[in-house]
């Protein structure tokens, strides 16, 4: 069965790190651009951070640029969101997918869902003191 796993979710103090991982089960994840997606209580799924499938293009939104890094792992078939300074308002569920529309082999496309598949379940994130 085709599909991503998310975890390294958790209850975290603001200011403080996780590191969620993406992996895939039934294929291979490197061909694909990934996005991380989040949807914090009552609100719509926003895109989070992105990158190519070579992993040489990466794009954030802007709410998360310069604490949100993503980078990927071939041997391991993943993909890492390191989140540094938490903030509560990062609160809510991670998702990420496989960007199958496009060839973005140095560059992601965006964070058109339409454009994604093999949703995992998501991982929770809680940012609180």
């Known amino acids: 069965q085709e599909q991503l796993v998310e975890s390294g979710g958790g209850l975290v103090q603001p200011g403080g790190s996780l590191r969620l991982a993406c992996a895939a089960s039934?294929?291979?994840?490197?061909?694909?651009?990934i996005g991380w997606f989040r949807q914090a209580p009552g609100k719509e799924r926003e895109g989070v951070a992105c990158i190519s499938s070579s992993g040489q293009g990466t794009n954030y939104t802007d709410s998360v640029k310069d604490r949100f890094t993503i980078s990927r792992d071939s041997a391991k078939n993943t993909v890492y969101l390191q989140m540094n300074s938490l903030k509560p308002e990062d609160t809510g569920v991670y998702f990420c997918?496989?960007?199958?529309?496009?060839?973005?082999?140095?560059?992601?496309?965006?964070?058109?869902?339409?454009?994604?598949?093999?949703w995992g379940q998501g991982t929770q994130v809680t940012v609180s003191s």
């Open positions: 039934g294929f291979n994840l490197n061909y694909y651009a």
């Open positions: 997918a496989a960007d199958v529309t496009h060839v973005a082999l140095y560059y992601c496309k965006g964070y058109d869902e339409m454009w994604y598949k093999y």
